[in-house]
């Protein structure tokens, strides 16, 4: 089990997500980083967790606005390798980072988000924008429910969503319950993912949303998920650089 800290990025600095209400996000203090710099942040998890990787959500971009490169390169500067959601909805946007993928060696995964697409009709076209080994689907939920304003997208089962994204051709997959991010409540996707792991033995599975120690990584390690994406418990200290060698095996 792999712990990939997060940088939710908003406003050029890092803030605390608080169960997806994007609007009463305000920038982190961490126990950690002395600021919330982007890059501050990043170098933190370096030196203080030995993290190898993150999962960097655009909040902007996600919004609408440009990715902010500036940002993205600060936190490849650290060494880190990062996977970026920056609200793919459209080809432009996936070129777009397709394009910086091949001059940044550290983005090692670029997202298509349930939130940003329209509908199943995007992903094969989407998908094909991309290099086989960065395609990353994050099946965003809210309560458990897709996260989405699609009509089409609300008609189908996470599941079906999933079943969707592998047969567009993404060999990673996130599944994210925004509601149970930064809330201290738990996590809400252990069945899904369970299922998701029998179904799709061959995928890499990361879960997200509401871990608050290694008693929760390890019920996802239990579910088959290959790592966890964690920001709050990694903040305020809970999980340190001795629990994520114990999850990891080093």
Excluded at 57 to 68: E, K, Q, R, S, V
Excluded at 117 to 124: H, K, V, Y
Excluded at 125 to 132: K, N, Q, R, V
Excluded at 220 to 227: E, F, K, Q, S, T
Aim: hydrophobic letters at 45%; proline letters at 5%.
């Amino acid at each position: 089990m792999r712990v990939i800290p997060v940088i939710d990025l908003q406003g050029g600095v890092v803030v605390r997500g608080v169960a997806g209400e994007r609007s009463h996000y305000r920038p982190v203090t961490s126990v950690l980083a002395a600021d919330p710099r982007p890059r501050t942040v990043a170098q933190a998890f370096v030196e203080r967790l030995e993290a190898r990787e993150v999962y960097v959500a655009d909040l902007d971009a996600i919004a609408g606005a440009p990715p902010n490169w500036e940002a993205l390169a600060g936190i490849a500067e650290t060494g880190l390798a990062m996977v970026v959601d920056s609200g793919i909805r459209d080809q432009g946007r996936a070129r777009d980072m397709a394009r910086y993928a091949r001059s940044e060696s550290r983005l090692s995964g670029i997202v298509v988000g349930l939130e940003s697409i329209t509908g199943p009709e995007d992903l094969a076209d989407l998908a094909s924008e991309l290099e086989p080994d960065r395609r990353v689907f994050s099946l965003d939920l809210r309560h458990g429910q897709p996260w989405t304003v699609s009509p089409v997208w609300q008609s189908l089962s996470a599941e079906e969503i999933a079943r969707s994204a592998v047969e567009a051709g993404f060999r990673r997959l996130i599944v994210l319950d925004l509601a149970f991010v930064g809330v201290d409540r738990g996590l809400g996707v252990e069945p899904l993912c369970r299922s998701l792991r029998i179904v799709y033995p061959e995928i890499e599975l990361i879960a997200g949303g509401g871990v608050r120690g290694v008693d929760d990584l390890r019920r996802l390690a239990d579910c088959g998920c290959n790592a966890a994406l964690v920001a709050s418990a990694l903040h305020d200290g809970r999980l340190t650089a001795k629990c994520l060698r114990a999850m990891s095996g080093e």
